[in-house]
């Protein structure tokens, strides 16, 4: 009896270890979270540059990328993603642009679209990143570690908007495989999580001159979400990729503004100029029954072995 | 006329299954790992024919859970059953590394081996290696699976150090498995292998190999 006790506790193991190590501070009501109300921002057209935009490229001008001058191209492909020489491109998301402003038309109504990363709840990006990189801090910023990133850009791949961008010949790579593996490092918005865990606001915020974007504590936020909704607006980042940290508020509707932006890159491509489908699915949360299975097999197992033990014992005491 | 082989049973069903489940599993968990890292797009892999779902991280992934399934249960199940029946033949033993070392120059130079039980040294010591890796394996494996539920959000370090140490495992399990094929290269193995198939070894070579091994002994002696 006792062995089995220890048995079983053996089998669950990995499964409590993991729980000891989670935080769970972290829920879909807990940490920050952040408003862009579309009906308030108005693309800074008076100025050069939108003001979120140079705001946060001044704010993280020391974490962008310096590639070194050789930079390798990715075995066996004769290319590399290499940006350093659009520094100043603000027209998409960039390793050197991590906030940019959309702009279309609908229905002859201008809307400007401050678009960055969403900080999921769930972020594909962070769960399936090969190297365990990307953290959720409990502010709910999404953050990537550039100096251990090794650049496979599998996190823009899963990420439902394409959100993080790469930027080769920098990071980890070039002293282990710059040929064969890797490929840079990823860069996006990380909600100025050092500003955030000092207490202070993001710079996108500071810096806007409309209030288009507010920062707060993720129940206020869902709080004046709600407000929103009961006034007819229509919503994005609530229900997309099983819910954000993001919260997209406008009277217009999100089907004509992602109808909007595809046929405005219908011939040019959409790299780095994230979609608003109103229908985002999150991959990883659709498995939670085979993640279940997964973690319930070491128990099965010893289950089985413990029916094939008692079986065995069956047929020596039958035999003698 | 050929004469007839004796043949006596060395792997139970049980033991074969359990061998063939976890071989194949870690082989469909190797393949599928590999995709779950960005290589098949840029080795452009998913170009070949039959392999477009390679470069899809949601298949590689489905696939790697059900791998994971069936790997972790045989291991649990195996692992029981041995423990519960306190049977540890194939756990190393003092001296494993010299005998084995020895009976690795026998079989390239000739000269005698020394004898041995039902498990060969070198057969203890690998078993011992791909165990640990896949239990390695498994419980980092646990920790990246439990992360991805929804809601779940793991500690930096841990998830960062799971994610090292499952990179890790899998080097080293595919090092294991090369280095238990590698085995297959000397013909003296080569009746070990066929028995991982059908269960049987010949009478004479039990004698002749694993005179240690008295239940083996009395098995041939009763064929002889």
């Not at chain 1, 579309?38 to 003001?51: E, I, N």
């Not at chain 1, 909600?191 to 409309?210: F, H, I, N, R, V």
């Not at chain 1, 790299?271 to 128990?299: C, Q």
Request: overall charge positive; proline content about 4%; some cysteine.
């Amino acid at each position: 009896m006792q062995r089995r006790k220890f048995l079983k506790s053996l089998a669950l193991s990995p499964i409590l270890v993991a729980g000891a190590g989670a935080n769970l501070d972290f829920s879909k009501i807990k940490g920050k979270a952040s408003i862009i109300d579309l009906d308030r921002c108005d693309g800074c057209t008076s100025f050069d540059v939108p003001k979120c935009v140079s705001a946060c490229k001044e704010k993280n001008a020391a974490r962008f990328p310096k590639p070194v001058e050789e930079i390798p191209n990715y075995f066996p492909r004769k290319i590399n993603e290499d940006y350093s020489q659009k520094q100043n491109d603000i027209s998409r998301l960039s390793p050197y642009n991590w906030t940019f402003v959309e702009a279309v038309e609908v229905n002859s109504k201008k809307v400007f679209i401050p678009r960055r990363c969403m900080h999921c709840d769930d972020p594909t990006c962070q769960k399936i990143c090969p190297f365990g990189v990307i953290s959720k801090d409990k502010n709910n910023a999404v953050n990537i570690d550039e100096n251990f990133c090794f650049g496979g850009a599998k996190c823009r791949d899963v990420c439902p908007w394409g959100i993080p961008q790469r930027q080769a010949g920098v990071g980890i790579y070039l002293k282990i495989a710059p040929k064969l593996a890797g490929g840079g490092a990823m860069f996006k918005c990380d909600m100025c999580a050092d500003l955030l865990a000092e207490g202070k606001k993001p710079a996108c915020e500071t810096q806007c001159p409309k209030n288009a974007i507010i920062f707060d504590d993720k129940a206020k936020i869902l709080n004046l979400v709600e407000k929103a909704k009961k006034q007819g607006k229509f919503i994005y980042g609530d229900t997309q990729n099983g819910g954000t940290s993001t919260f997209y508020i406008s009277s217009v509707d999100f089907a004509k503004i992602d109808e909007a932006i595809a046929k405005k890159y219908e011939n040019t491509g959409q790299v780095g100029r994230p979609h608003m489908k109103v229908k985002v699915d999150n991959f990883i949360n659709e498995d939670s029954t085979l993640i279940k299975g997964v973690l319930t097999a070491p128990l099965v197992g010893v289950v089985a072995g413990a029916i094939a033990v008692a079986k065995a014992r069956k047929i020596k005491k039958e035999e003698l | 006329m050929k004469k007839i082989k004796k043949m006596i049973l060395r792997q139970s069903l049980q033991n074969r299954i359990v061998h063939w489940g976890v071989a194949v599993s870690t082989f469909a968990l190797i393949i599928s790992g590999m995709f779950q890292m960005p290589v098949s797009k840029r080795y452009m892999i998913n170009e070949l024919p039959l392999m477009a779902w390679s470069g899809d991280y949601h298949i590689s992934l489905i696939m790697h859970y059900v791998g994971a399934f069936s790997l972790i249960f045989f291991v649990a199940f195996h692992l029981f059953f041995h423990i519960a029946r306190a049977e540890f033949d194939i756990f190393p033993k003092k001296g494993d590394g010299v005998k084995s070392l020895k009976i690795i120059k026998a079989m390239l130079f000739g000269g005698v081996e020394p004898k041995s039980e039902k498990y060969l040294p070198e057969q203890r010591l690998a078993y011992f290696f791909i165990g640990l890796v896949l239990l390695l394996l498994i419980s980092t494996g646990l920790i990246k699976t439990a992360k991805n539920l929804a809601g779940w959000n793991l500690s930096e370090g841990l998830y960062f150090w799971s994610a090292q140490l499952h990179n890790l495992g899998m080097i080293l399990i595919i090092l294991g498995i090369i280095g238990h094929l590698a085995a297959f290269i000397f013909k003296a193995n080569r009746p070990l292998l066929r028995a991982m198939f059908s269960g049987k070894v010949d009478a004479n070579y039990i004698k002749e190999r694993h005179s240690l091994w008295e239940e083996g002994v009395k098995m041939a002696d009763k064929e002889s």
